[in-house]
């Protein structure tokens, strides 16, 4: 890899940022890479180029430093809305076109993301297997007599065969896990509500996430904090808040199945490729405590053979009633079997969910996360095509029940079989904890030394982490406290040291408060709709964090602000109900410009 070629979103916006490549140049590389890759079946429908190229160069009009997704290139799965694509969910008599972004495209674009295309799937997001789309079957990028995994088969290849760094799936059983581990890349499948939905065509409406896929764990979180957020459009969407990435936990503690729970169907290589994988988490530290799985393979089967099919059959009915040979075979069985579901059957099957959940819950009282197979085994296309409920059924062993239990998921390749068939580990864990999930499983991909992909790329080395020893808490402050400033001295006593200068995301708004010493607001708006504030990053003692923030005096509050890189810190908000008598100052871009602007008045 030359630093002309950079591959992970990290590398790309590193380069656009120091002008040694272009956006307008990743994204013409990235049509030059869909043609020599020559598959139409990953594509359901592709931007013109120049169109593309276009929203590249006017980027070159924005701060760079505050987008953090400059020039990057996406697709995006063909059943989430992105305005100037028609939503087909891989159902031509299904398709429309959508009038604006599903709101995911929206903050992807706000952050200075380039969406180039909309990918396959399995019909309706129904399938783990990636062959049920009429618009072809997508190669795997790894081995292309290899299903693609689905059903987001497009989204998953269109990263592992290098075309794009970064792309959007779905998650309802296994769809954003599946097609990782086939691809050997990472899939990130979020708490369910992080990300809004609105703008999703539902395959189960009540437990759909829309998933990321990237190269790296680092790539994948950072394109979660990008979309994550609560969203008014969304009745499923939680405000849900993404935690730091931080080191490697000291007392890691991750859950095994017990002796014998294990399932491979008879595949001695992935068996043998889980249990080196265990070694390595032990190896980086962490006890393995065993756990009981059969209740999580009971959740898992109550998803199919559930009342939640019935979810699927909602979706489609008038066109199961109006034109039945539009839709695929395989889905159609599936979904007519939901239509002679009982409300009965739907209350029975609530209430022993609700009894799984909390052995779920009593699972990880003492457990940080459970490390899975990511899919048992893998299967060619022909065998697939040959068998195709059984086989699909099987690939979803370790991952049905995610969902139905509320829990976090993180898909992170693990080895290279000698057979060449990718590997790969998930890591799951109760609802938000996706942060913890993301400290550990970079750590674990990084000792792998796998290349990313498909196409022979060496991992780069771990990013730094923000935060500095684990004693230390970093702050960000946007007013009176910045370097030089009337209350600066309250750091400096507390021992606080300047760690960086750096802007939020484009998502607050500045107002210069009616205060003495003269001190400002910020407020958090909905992303995009702000602008990038200037802001200084530092770093106390617990114990001083404690005490700094104890003297802080209404309307200010320490929340959750979201850096213009995607990482997310503790800084100064303030109550918005005392903004009516402030004046708004966002525009100056910053507490430091303001101030010498009213000393120059």
Same mark, same amino acid.
């Given at each position: 890899?030359?630093?002309?070629?950079?591959?992970?979103?990290?590398?790309?916006?590193?380069?656009?940022?120091?002008?040694?490549?272009?956006?307008?140049?990743?994204?013409?590389?990235?049509?030059?890479?869909?043609?020599?890759?020559?598959?139409?079946?990953?594509?359901?429908?592709?931007?013109?180029?120049?169109?593309?190229?276009?929203?590249?160069?006017?980027?070159?009009?924005?701060?760079?430093?505050?987008?953090?997704?400059?020039?990057?290139?996406?697709?995006?799965?063909?059943?989430?809305?992105?305005?100037?694509?028609?939503?087909?969910?891989?159902?031509?008599?299904?398709?429309?076109?959508?009038?604006?972004?599903?709101?995911?495209?929206?903050?992807?674009?706000?952050?200075?993301?380039?969406?180039?295309?909309?990918?396959?799937?399995?019909?309706?997001?129904?399938?783990?297997?990636?062959?049920?789309?009429?618009?072809?079957?997508?190669?795997?990028?790894?081995?292309?007599?290899?299903?693609?995994?689905?059903?987001?088969?497009?989204?998953?290849?269109?990263?592992?065969?290098?075309?794009?760094?970064?792309?959007?799936?779905?998650?309802?059983?296994?769809?954003?896990?599946?097609?990782?581990?086939?691809?050997?890349?990472?899939?990130?499948?979020?708490?369910?509500?992080?990300?809004?939905?609105?703008?999703?065509?539902?395959?189960?409406?009540?437990?759909?996430?829309?998933?990321?896929?990237?190269?790296?764990?680092?790539?994948?979180?950072?394109?979660?904090?990008?979309?994550?957020?609560?969203?008014?459009?969304?009745?499923?969407?939680?405000?849900?808040?993404?935690?730091?990435?931080?080191?490697?936990?000291?007392?890691?503690?991750?859950?095994?199945?017990?002796?014998?729970?294990?399932?491979?169907?008879?595949?001695?290589?992935?068996?043998?490729?889980?249990?080196?994988?265990?070694?390595?988490?032990?190896?980086?530290?962490?006890?393995?405590?065993?756990?009981?799985?059969?209740?999580?393979?009971?959740?898992?089967?109550?998803?199919?053979?559930?009342?939640?099919?019935?979810?699927?059959?909602?979706?489609?009915?008038?066109?199961?009633?109006?034109?039945?040979?539009?839709?695929?075979?395989?889905?159609?069985? &599936?979904? %007519?079997? *939901? #239509?002679? /579901?009982?409300?009965?059957?739907?209350?029975?099957? @609530?209430?022993? +969910?609700? !009894?799984?959940?909390?052995?779920?819950?009593?699972?990880?009282?003492?457990?940080?996360?459970?490390?899975?197979?990511?899919?048992?085994?893998?299967?060619?296309?022909?065998?697939?095509?040959?068998?195709?409920?059984?086989?699909?059924?099987?690939?979803?062993?370790?991952?049905?029940?995610?969902?139905?239990?509320?829990?976090?998921?993180?898909?992170?390749?693990?080895?290279?079989?000698?057979?060449?068939?990718?590997?790969?580990?998930?890591?799951?864990?109760?609802?938000?904890?996706?942060?913890?999930?993301?400290?550990?499983?970079?750590?674990?991909?990084?000792?792998?030394?796998?290349?990313?992909?498909?196409?022979?790329?060496?991992?780069?080395?771990?990013?730094?982490?923000?935060?500095?020893?684990?004693?230390?808490?970093? &702050?960000? %402050?946007? *007013? #009176?406290? /910045?370097?030089?400033?009337?209350?600066?001295?309250? @750091?400096?006593? +507390?021992? !606080?040291?300047?760690?960086?200068?750096?802007?939020?995301?484009?998502?607050?708004?500045?107002?210069?408060?009616?205060?003495?010493?003269?001190?400002?607001?910020?407020?958090?708006?909905?992303?995009?709709?702000?602008?990038?504030?200037?802001?200084?990053?530092?770093?106390?003692?617990?114990?001083?964090?404690?005490?700094?923030?104890?003297?802080?005096?209404?309307?200010?509050?320490?929340?959750?602000?979201?850096?213009?890189?995607?990482?997310?810190?503790?800084?100064?908000?303030?109550?918005?109900?005392?903004?009516?008598?402030?004046?708004?100052?966002?525009?100056?871009?910053?507490?430091?410009?303001?101030?010498?602007?009213?000393?120059?008045?």
């Amino acid at each position: 890899m030359g630093a002309e070629q950079p591959e992970t979103i990290a590398a790309i916006v590193a380069a656009h940022r120091a002008g040694t490549v272009t956006p307008a140049q990743t994204v013409a590389r990235t049509y030059q890479r869909i043609r020599d890759r020559n598959d139409p079946a990953i594509f359901i429908s592709l931007r013109d180029e120049k169109d593309a190229i276009a929203e590249a160069e006017k980027l070159a009009t924005r701060d760079a430093a505050s987008l953090p997704l400059y020039g990057v290139p996406v697709a995006v799965k063909d059943n989430i809305d992105a305005l100037g694509f028609p939503t087909t969910a891989a159902c031509p008599a299904f398709s429309y076109t959508p009038t604006h972004d599903s709101t995911a495209v929206e903050r992807l674009r706000a952050a200075g993301a380039i969406i180039v295309g909309k990918t396959n799937l399995d019909q309706f997001a129904t399938g783990l297997v990636g062959v049920r789309s009429p618009y072809g079957i997508p190669k795997n990028s790894i081995r292309e007599d290899l299903i693609p995994g689905g059903s987001s088969s497009g989204s998953a290849v269109a990263v592992g065969a290098g075309l794009v760094p970064l792309s959007l799936g779905t998650d309802t059983a296994g769809s954003g896990r599946v097609p990782a581990m086939l691809n050997n890349i990472v899939g990130l499948k979020p708490s369910l509500g992080m990300i809004s939905t609105a703008g999703l065509v539902p395959a189960c409406r009540t437990l759909d996430c829309i998933s990321v896929f990237a190269l790296t764990v680092d790539d994948a979180a950072l394109a979660l904090s990008v979309m994550a957020g609560p969203d008014q459009a969304d009745p499923f969407s939680r405000d849900r808040p993404l935690g730091a990435i931080t080191p490697f936990p000291v007392n890691l503690r991750l859950g095994v199945p017990r002796n014998g729970q294990l399932i491979f169907f008879g595949d001695k290589k992935a068996e043998a490729a889980y249990g080196d994988a265990l070694k390595r988490w032990t190896a980086l530290g962490a006890e393995l405590v065993e756990f009981d799985l059969e209740p999580f393979y009971e959740t898992a089967r109550l998803l199919y053979e559930g009342p939640w099919v019935a979810e699927r059959y909602l979706v489609i009915k008038d066109l199961l009633a109006s034109a039945p040979d539009s839709i695929h075979p395989v889905t159609r069985e &599936i979904t %007519v079997a *939901g #239509a002679r /579901l009982t409300a009965a059957d739907t209350f029975s099957a @609530l209430y022993r +969910l609700q !009894g799984l959940r909390k052995i779920a819950e009593r699972t990880f009282a003492n457990i940080d996360a459970l490390v899975l197979p990511t899919a048992p085994t893998a299967y060619t296309t022909a065998q697939v095509l040959a068998n195709p409920i059984e086989l699909n059924s099987r690939l979803g062993t370790y991952t049905n029940f995610v969902n139905l239990l509320d829990l976090c998921g993180l898909a992170v390749p693990a080895s290279m079989r000698t057979d060449g068939i990718p590997f790969g580990i998930t890591l799951l864990a109760p609802a938000g904890r996706d942060a913890l999930l993301a400290s550990i499983g970079r750590v674990f991909h990084a000792d792998t030394k796998l290349t990313v992909g498909a196409k022979g790329v060496a991992q780069a080395p771990m990013a730094p982490l923000a935060a500095n020893g684990s004693d230390e808490i970093p &702050i960000a %402050v946007v *007013g #009176a406290h /910045l370097s030089g400033m009337a209350l600066n001295g309250e @750091l400096q006593v +507390l021992n !606080g040291r300047l760690i960086e200068a750096t802007k939020t995301a484009p998502d607050y708004k500045l107002y210069a408060l009616r205060t003495t010493p003269p001190k400002p607001g910020m407020l958090r708006v909905e992303a995009g709709t702000g602008a990038s504030i200037e802001l200084e990053i530092w770093s106390l003692s617990s114990s001083a964090f404690g005490k700094f923030v104890n003297a802080i005096p209404a309307p200010m509050a320490i929340g959750t602000v979201r850096l213009a890189d995607g990482r997310s810190v503790k800084g100064f908000l303030v109550e918005p109900e005392v903004l009516s008598e402030a004046r708004e100052i966002t525009a100056y871009g910053g507490w430091r410009k303001f101030m010498a602007e009213a000393a120059k008045a």
